[in-house]
């Protein structure tokens, strides 16, 4: 009996170690999400939409009168947006006033086949669209049926069992929205590939009408787009360029102000178009702020965190005997991370989120770059930035960078990435990344020949 009794107790010991290192191994391979390789989409010279194109673009409403147009001409020169960024076909083609099903589909099709296309051609050999077990794609302005994810599993046969998410409505934030639905799907199962294509779609929401809050839109937003493979394979990891710390999503969509501060609507002449409030501001620094309440402790380290306490019990201190205390976050975020990844949403947008951080001019530079070459291209704009800051170099083995986003609801959705590896690839950048940041401080030639809209005796119009 007792010979019998041993070895079950061996077996059963054996046993209960395999289960353990099972689990153990399966909640390492849950934490687990590599991001293996990211592509942007880059237009045609001839879709390039320089300042002189917008103001031909402007001149064809004609429902602005002489302020509108030198509000829109205003706002072009003073926004930040270079000569090279790239436009929606039927607006080029003079069609913006009467987009068509077929234009959605097309602008559609070509930012997400030519960014999948390329993604698939440089990991062949890694991944085949077969080996895809999760698919999001996210499109704020453009729902179709079939949905955008039936498209591309049609376009690539896909396979049957894949897990398709497609994501409207959710703005400029969307790609971490994305990002953060992979990661949650990934507990749940093991050794899977996952696609991420997030874009936006222009030429059928071009706006047409006369309000100044809406015409923002025209001036700020642009062609473009990005696809990125993610695994959670433990396999992968030395071929992955980064591997993801940590998500956090904050909504502050109960507040009615939050709310409508970031809104697609129609004007009161009936034209559709998207409305920016002055409210817009106040909301993005309310929702980053509760964001950042909860990133910040996971990812800075406890030495900079007990500092920081201290400081903000000196400043309560100091504020009740009446003394004035300086404004910032008090945080030194360089203890923890090391580049800062900021949605190019515009330059107000980099700035004060620069300054609201205690950023350099250099942290920002990627985003302003980004905002300069490409525009403002919703949720598919983290992605340039990223592109920048590896064409340029920077992103070395162990660097963090903080992801931020934010988009209409309204919401803040942040992440941070660790690199593991030395990066250089110039990816989209190849054919400007020498040019920058220089490029960036050349005038707007558009000024000089227009340099009337300047005139303040021609209108009372202040931007």
Request: hydrophobic residues 40%; positive net charge.
């Amino acid at each position: 009996m007792e010979l019998f009794s041993l070895p079950s107790l061996f077996l059963i010991s054996t046993l209960l170690v395999l289960y353990i290192s099972k689990y153990v191994l399966n909640k390492r391979n849950q934490r687990n999400c590599f991001m293996l390789h990211y592509e942007c989409y880059k237009g045609k010279d001839e879709r390039k939409l320089d300042t002189e194109t917008c103001a031909k673009i402007v001149q064809r409403n004609k429902n602005l009168g002489l302020e509108e147009y030198r509000f829109l001409l205003r706002t072009m020169v003073s926004s930040g947006i270079g000569e090279e960024t790239y436009g929606p076909r039927n607006v080029l083609e003079g069609r913006e006033a009467s987009p068509t099903l077929l234009d959605a589909h097309s602008e559609m099709d070509e930012i997400m086949f030519d960014t999948l296309d390329k993604l698939f051609h440089k990991t062949k050999g890694l991944v085949s669209p077969s080996d895809i077990d999760i698919l999001v794609v996210n499109v704020s302005l453009f729902a179709p049926s079939p949905s955008l994810t039936s498209r591309v599993i049609n376009r690539y046969k896909m396979r049957e069992d894949i897990k398709s998410y497609n994501l409207s409505g959710l703005g400029c934030s969307a790609s971490v929205i994305s990002i953060d639905i992979v990661q949650r799907i990934f507990e749940a199962r093991e050794n899977s590939f996952a696609l991420v294509v997030s874009t936006e779609t222009m030429g059928p929401h071009w706006y047409c009408g006369k309000d100044r809050s809406m015409m923002l839109s025209n001036c700020l937003f642009r062609a473009g787009g990005s696809s990125v493979l993610l695994t959670n394979a433990p396999r992968f990891k030395n071929q992955a360029l980064m591997k993801l710390v940590t998500a956090v999503r904050a909504h502050v969509g109960s507040d009615d102000e939050a709310y409508s501060c970031c809104i697609q609507m129609e004007d009161k002449d009936g034209h559709p178009g998207f409305l920016l409030t002055k409210y817009l501001q106040k909301a993005a620094a309310r929702a980053l702020t509760l964001n950042l309440k909860v990133l910040l402790p996971r990812v800075l380290p406890l030495k900079e965190l007990i500092r920081y306490a201290i400081v903000r019990a000196f400043k309560r201190i100091t504020t009740t005997k009446g003394e004035s205390t300086s404004s910032g976050i008090d945080l030194d975020l360089k203890t923890g991370l090391d580049h800062f990844c900021i949605h190019p949403g515009g330059r107000a947008i980099i700035e004060g989120v620069g300054k609201s951080l205690g950023l350099t001019e250099f942290d920002i530079e990627p985003a302003r770059m980004a905002l300069h070459r490409f525009g403002n291209t919703s949720s598919g704009g983290l992605w340039y930035v990223l592109g920048y800051m590896e064409a340029k170099k920077r992103l070395k083995k162990g660097d963090k960078i903080l992801m931020m986003s934010m988009g209409a609801g309204f919401e803040s959705n942040n992440c941070v990435w660790k690199v593991l590896k030395d990066l250089d690839d110039k990816n989209v950048w190849e054919d400007s990344i020498d040019r920058y940041p220089e490029m960036s401080k050349i005038p707007n030639p558009f000024l000089e020949k227009y340099n009337w809209i300047n005139d303040d005796t021609m209108s009372f119009v202040r931007v």
